[in-house]
């Protein structure tokens, strides 16, 4: 993945936009992809995720 960088007063093109939501929502469906594959991992060796803790005010 490209690392794209803007500057103040930079815009996009609307076709430019859609290119760049496409790119991102093809990653992110990948990284969900990995990430249910992680989990199906830890499940078959029976490790369970930790709960969040609560932050104490």
């Keep these: 993945m490209g690392f794209i960088k803007f500057t103040k007063g930079t815009s996009l093109s609307p076709k ?3 290119a760049l939501q496409k790119l991102l929502n093809f990653e992110k469906k990948k990284l969900q992809t ?18 969040k803790k609560k932050k104490k005010k």
């Design 16 to 18: 430019d936009r859609k």
């Design 34 to 51: 990995a990430l249910k594959d992680v989990d199906a991992s830890l499940s078959v060796l029976g490790v369970t995720k930790k709960a």
